[in-house]
């Protein structure tokens, strides 16, 4: 069993910069691909950003390539999204995943096995 909690949402103006934070319980955090989703009011939940658990080969949406950085701490069972450039299109509520083992679909929310609360962005224009 793992638990997430993510922080360090906020707000922010466009064109500012947060970072994110997941923090993960449990002594096997490294053998985890991490996963970061975002859900704006309305909308369906999507995929931002993953980072394999082997290798830590990073993966992203085409809307924020560029502009957001996942990366991993595996001595401090964190996962972390640095977003730079922000846009009011990145409020949202964001969410952290993991999935043991996998690194396939790592776009694909139902393969992903344990799910943080969530923590809202909000980017004022």
């Known amino acids: 069993q793992v638990q997430l909690v993510e922080s360090g949402g906020g707000l922010v103006q466009t064109g500012g910069s947060l970072r994110l934070s997941c923090a993960a319980s449990?002594?096997?955090?490294?053998?985890?691909?991490m996963g970061w989703f975002r859900q704006s009011p309305g909308k369906e939940r999507e995929f931002v950003a993953a980072?394999?658990?082997?290798?830590?080969?990073?993966f992203y949406a085409d809307s924020v390539k560029g502009r957001f950085t996942i990366f991993r701490d595996n001595a401090k069972n964190t996962v972390y999204l640095q977003m730079n450039s922000l846009k009011p299109e990145d409020t949202a509520v964001y969410f952290c995943?993991?999935?043991?083992?996998?690194?396939?679909?790592?776009?694909?929310?139902?393969?992903?096995?344990?799910w943080g609360q969530g923590t809202q962005l909000t980017v004022s224009s």
């Open positions: 995943a993991a999935k043991y083992r996998r690194t396939d679909a790592v776009t694909v929310q139902s393969s992903y096995d344990y």
């Open positions: 449990g002594r096997t955090f490294s053998s985890y691909t």
């Open positions: 980072i394999s658990w082997i290798g830590s080969i990073a």
